[in-house]
């Protein structure tokens, strides 16, 4: 009998293939669900599940070939090392401990294929105006300011860095 989650997900988009066309993440995901007991899932409808049903979720993934955890390893791995590259540093990439050192920044390395921030992005390089270098700052509420992040191109980075 299948998982009342996954065949929720079915019934909402048709399949499984279809849920990752609209932007669900669930490679990403399934990363962050395991260390957790319980962790929602932003969709409209809102999916909560356990480690039981995330490891279904994991295995049907896995199953339809959605799911590549050697491609996923050796993914990150290229990305750590070109970052390090770039900025100067040395891809350490050892679990638990920064990916790239460097003698300013601890560097942690995601390569994604969809990142939500990119389109926050675009807009602020529509609204950038010449001769400023476009950034996001994510606020999120309830937290202290002095704990947003910023996003900004690695160019523009690089160029900041070169310039200390």
Known sequence: ???????????????????????????????????????????????????EEAEKVKELLLKEGKMNPSKNRQRGKATERAIAKRLGGKRVGILGREDVSHPVFSIECKSVSRFVGGKWFLQAVRNCEKGKIPAVIVHVTGQHYKNDYVILKLRDFEDFLGKL
Do not use: C, Q
Not at 6 to 14: E, P, Q, T
Not at 33 to 44: N, S
């Open 1 to 51: 009998m299948e998982d009342h989650n996954i065949v929720a997900l079915k019934d909402r988009y048709g399949n499984i293939d279809e849920a990752i066309d609209n932007k669900i993440e669930f490679t990403e995901i399934i990363s962050e669900i395991l260390p957790e007991l319980k962790l929602h899932i932003d969709t409209p409808g809102g999916i909560w599940l356990t480690r």
